[in-house]
Structure formats: structure tokens, C-alpha cells
């Protein structure tokens, strides 16, 4: 059965980092598309960083970029979003998401993708 559970989130203070997780079950990272959403209070979902199942290359939106990192770990059917310098404006739930489309990730289409987990709420306050 093909599983996909996102953890790691928390309160951080501006300037803090976080790291989230994706654990799959039941197919191959390479195999799909990764991607993380997030949806502030108030604001429709929104895609923050993402894999191309292409060739593996990745995206990330403007206002991320320098500070956010997306990995995976194939062994452990798991990636990651390493979120630095955090921001009061990243505040929000955090969905990971995969799908087997070949479509560019970097559109960020929420239809294409099969899988999501329920999220994972990320706060960052002083």
C-alpha cells in the first residue's frame, strides 16, 4: 500500500532552522516527482521546492531560494526540506507530496501529484 507521512514541524524563532521529513512506503522516489506545499493561515497552497523524476534536478521558489534545501535519501524512501534563516512569513502547514507525472515540478500543479501527506504545521515566532 503506498504511504506518504511528513514530520518535523515546530515552533522556531526568525533566524532558526527546521528540518522536514517524507517517509514513502510502497514505490521508488526515483520513480516520481517530489514536491513541498504550504498553506499560511489564510492563503491558498502554495509549492515551495520540488524533484523533477526526470533528472532528479530541483526548484525552488523566489522566495526560498538561498535559504531552503530539498533532498532525498533513496535508501530510506524518504526526502527532506531543510528550511534555514526562517522567516515569520514561512509560517504555515507544510505538505509533502509525490506524484509519477513527467511534467516540470517547477509548475507546481497540484493535480499532478498522487500522493500527500496531511501536513505538518511549521510556526515561526519570537
Known amino acids: 500500500q503506498l504511504q506518504i507521512v511528513e514530520s518535523g514541524g515546530g515552533l522556531v524563532q526568525p533566524g532558526g532552522s527546521l528540518r522536514l521529513s517524507c517517509a514513502t512506503s510502497g514505490f521508488t522516489l526515483d520513480s516520481h516527482s517530489l514536491a513541498w506545499f504550504r498553506q499560511a493561515p489564510g492563503k491558498e497552497r502554495e509549492g515551495v521546492s520540488c524533484?523533477?523524476?526526470?533528472?532528479?534536478?530541483?526548484d525552488y521558489v523566489d522566495s526560498v531560494k538561498g535559504r531552503f534545501t530539498i533532498s532525498k535519501d533513496n535508501a530510506k524512501n524518504t526526502f527532506y526540506l531543510q528550511m534555514n534563516s526562517l522567516k515569520p512569513e514561512d509560517t504555515g502547514v507544510y505538505y509533502c507530496?509525490?506524484?509519477?507525472?513527467?511534467?516540470?515540478?517547477?509548475?507546481?500543479?497540484?493535480?499532478?501529484?498522487?500522493?500527500w501527506g496531511r501536513g505538518t504545521q511549521v510556526t515561526v515566532s519570537s
Open positions: 507530496a509525490a506524484g509519477s507525472f513527467g511534467y516540470d515540478c517547477s509548475a507546481y500543479v497540484p493535480y499532478n501529484y498522487d500522493y
Open positions: 524533484i523533477n523524476s526526470s533528472d532528479g534536478s530541483t
